[in-house]
């Protein structure tokens, strides 16, 4: 059974930092797409954030230079350091995985709120 758990979600202030994490379980990690989405209130759900099984990584020019994705195979663990986070980035954090062209994996998701 596949699992994507997602944690560190919460209320911080505008300029603060965040960590988001994502363990996986039930999937080869090591071959995912792992990817970050977020949705806000009356939203599509957007990609913030993705990593290849080989290291590459894209960013949402909304958070380019502000968060980081971060991959640990060992632990099978996906991050994503959030830094000078902004109001607008305010959104339930969804973690995906996606190998090939196989359907993909949801977490529940994790909330971030930023207040101004």
């Known amino acids: 059974q596949v699992q994507l758990v997602e944690s560190g979600g919460g209320l911080v202030q505008a300029g603060g930092s965040l960590r988001l994490s994502c363990a996986a379980s039930?999937?080869?990690?090591?071959?995912?797409?792992m990817g970050w989405y977020r949705q806000a209130p009356g939203k599509q759900r957007e990609l913030v954030a993705a990593?290849?099984?080989?290291?590459?990584?894209n960013y949402a020019d909304s958070v380019k230079g502000r968060f980081t994705i971060s991959r640990d195979n060992n632990k099978k663990t996906v991050y994503l350091q959030m830094n000078s986070l902004k109001p607008e980035d305010t959104a339930v954090y969804y973690c995906?995985?996606?190998?090939?062209?196989?359907?993909?994996?949801w977490g529940q998701g994790t909330q971030v709120t930023v207040s101004s």
């Open positions: 995906n995985a996606k190998r090939g062209y196989g359907s993909p994996w």
């Open positions: 039930g999937i080869i990690f090591s071959l995912n797409t």
């Open positions: 990593i290849t099984s080989d290291g590459m990584t």
